[in-house]
């Protein structure tokens, strides 16, 4: 499938913070994902994506242009929810529909009153009397509602409760499984997005620490799990990483082929099974590493 | 209308109204220190009107919407600049229509267009100041600026009314020289303040498209 985002070596310094060399291949109709710990720098790399901010250096293009020369043009083609949705706090939700919907090619008003009434969110509220969670319900409703063909969605399930979280998560799929639109999501990987995300990147002090399919890595990592005192020390350090447990401990390891000689004894008697990994016991394992 | 046009314009065109107030005394007033005050509150108009405009605006809410940050420049400097030949017009056809009276006269028309020229790159240089260091850095300064031109428009009031021999700006000599040839030097001043605010206006829209005060 055609290539929808590029970028290239992406860099950006700020005083307190550097975005380093970040480079991102996005498939149309995929999802991807980035994900890493706080100040990782995925919000900043999602507003250069996003044409938010100025790309200072690197080369990023998308669907096909670059905001140099085509900002309106790509704009309406992006639906775009920042981690902090900002609005105009005295004005209603409907009135943020009708300012909006002027400057969008494809703008869909019926379907953006239905998603309202979906979330559960009143058009007729100040949004100032919205809470956090219905603001970025309201952000994802705008960005839902202009015919995106590539969503760039900065932690979207923050804030939401279970239900909107798992119908967002829905969502997403079903239209990047229809090829309709692709996604690139940003995000703490425990709220879900993990489960959908298809290409995965981990960030960590504004650089790449890993980047993969998420099924490569779900093939990939392994726990290997020992039960209480099984665990020789000399085994220990070719892990990842290492968790103790109440019935034991566990070991974490991108290469069960290459420890096979050092787990075989455990696994023949009982002592050691292998288990699989979950993107975020693999992105912990990253953090925990810094 | 365009939403954004219409959102930014609304608080220029108050400011408009509400100045026009002010323009009734500049029209029945016998008192010639009219001519020398009410100019100077142009400036202070424009600025309150670009930050109560500003003061609200949502930037980070604009730049999700696919209007290029160029356009969006354009647009406030646009207001800008009508707002100031709004104002301009109105004095000159007023100190114009006044003139045979004795208490305007071709040098007041020279002064109150160098004051509507550093009005209107006053107001340019502070939106462009917003968009760098974002509307709650700026709010304080330009609340300042405001009150110390309120300020100062007093005191050169009671100044002129009570103290023997002080100079009012539209008699100094440069005022008073190039009001010998009143339309050649306002037609000059009003070139400059456009090629200047022309000048002003392409590194604002830089600033706006490299700004992340907002974000």
């Known amino acids: 499938m055609d290539t929808v985002l590029e970028a290239t070596d992406l860099t950006k310094h700020y ?53 140099d020369t085509g900002e309106q043009d790509l704009k309406n083609r992006i639906g775009y929810v920042p981690q902090e949705p900002v609005f105009f706090e005295e004005k209603t939700v409907e009135w943020h529909a009708r300012f909006a919907a002027p400057y969008f090619a494809r703008w869909d008003g019926a379907y953006f009153f239905r998603l309202l009434e979906e979330f559960r969110v009143n058009p007729l509220k100040k949004v100032k009397h919205l809470s956090g969670g219905q603001k970025k319900l309201l952000s994802l409703a705008l960005a839902f509602s202009h015919g995106a063909d590539l969503l760039i969605l900065d932690e979207p399930t923050a804030g939401l409760d279970v239900v909107h979280r798992r119908s967002l998560l829905d969502r997403l799929r079903a ?59 000399a085994v220990e350090g070719r892990f990842a990483s290492v968790r103790r447990t109440e019935v034991g401990c566990r070991g974490l390891t991108n290469d069960v082929a290459g420890i096979r000689d050092a787990i075989a004894p455990a696994l023949a008697s009982g002592d050691a099974r292998i288990d699989h990994a979950s993107l975020e016991d693999i992105l912990l394992s990253f953090i925990k590493g810094a | 209308m365009n939403p954004i046009l219409r959102r930014s314009s609304f608080f220029y065109v108050t400011s408009a109204i509400t100045y026009l107030a002010i323009m ?114 700026m709010k304080p300064i330009m609340i300042g600026a405001i009150i110390a031109g309120i300020a100062l428009a007093i005191l050169h009031l009671a100044s002129l009314r009570h103290v023997q021999d002080w100079p009012a700006f539209s008699q100094v000599g440069l005022v008073e020289w190039l009001g010998g040839a009143p339309w050649i030097s306002i037609a000059m001043l009003v070139a400059i303040a456009l090629l200047a605010f022309r000048a002003v206006t392409r590194f604002g829209i830089r600033v706006k498209a490299a700004s992340e005060a907002h974000l």
């Open chain 1, 15 to 67: 005083e307190d913070f550097s975005l380093r060399g970040v480079s991102l291949s996005v498939r149309g109709g995929s999802i991807a994902g980035i994900f890493g710990p706080n100040a990782a720098g995925k919000s900043t790399l999602l507003r250069m994506l996003a044409g938010q901010t100025p790309v200072p250096a690197g080369t990023l293009r998308v669907l096909g242009g670059s905001y």
């Open chain 1, 175 to 233: 239209q990047a499984a229809g090829g309709e639109v692709t996604v690139v999501v940003a995000s703490h990987i425990t709220d879900g997005l993990d489960q959908i995300a298809e290409d995965v990147t981990f960030l960590r002090d504004g650089g790449v620490v890993l980047q993969a399919g998420a099924d490569d890595l779900m093939t990939r990592w392994k726990w290997i799990l020992y039960k209480d005192g099984a665990l020789d020390r």
């Open chain 2, 24 to 137: 009734g005394r500049y029209l029945v007033t016998r008192d010639w220190t009219a001519f020398e005050i009410i100019p100077l509150f142009m400036p202070i108009w424009l600025v309150s009107a670009l930050l109560a405009s500003e003061d609200g605006e949502r930037y980070a809410f604009l730049r999700t919407l696919p209007v290029p940050d160029s356009a969006v420049a354009r647009l406030k400097f646009s207001l800008i600049l009508l707002s100031t030949l709004f104002q301009w017009t109105l004095m000159t056809v007023v100190a114009a229509a006044r003139m045979g009276e004795g208490i305007a006269g071709p040098a007041t028309m020279v002064y109150l267009t160098g004051i509507c020229s550093f009005g209107l790159l006053a107001a340019a240089a502070f939106q462009i100041a917003i968009w760098r260091h974002g509307v709650s850095r």
